[in-house]
């Protein structure tokens, strides 16, 4: 897969999806590595009384089908959890 962007879902701590996905681009940073970020709190706001507590990622992109034509294709979900800090 060539990446091109990565869909971000964020969910508060009722597990709950806090607004719609976020898609974002990546940038090409060396032959086989792309980047890309997001700062969760201005991406998503969470419901009064509610803490965001973890998110899903996936990357979005091309590969090439069994004609050699283009074709769309995106990763498995990934899910983190942010570490509690007190």
């Known amino acids: 897969m060539t990446p091109a962007t990565f869909t971000i879902t ?3 701590d009722l597990n709950n999806a806090v607004g719609a996905a976020v898609t974002l681009p990546l940038r090409k940073t060396d032959v086989t590595i792309w980047s ?5 709190n201005v991406s998503f706001t969470p419901a ?16 090439l089908d069994i004609n050699g034509l283009p074709t769309t294709v995106s990763s ?4 983190v959890t942010f570490t509690s800090m007190k």
């Open 36 to 40: 890309g970020s997001f700062i969760p």
């Open 48 to 63: 009064a009384g509610r803490k965001l507590m973890k998110f899903t990622y996936r990357f979005n992109g091309t590969m």
């Open 76 to 79: 498995a979900d990934t899910e």
């Open 10 to 12: 964020m969910y508060d």
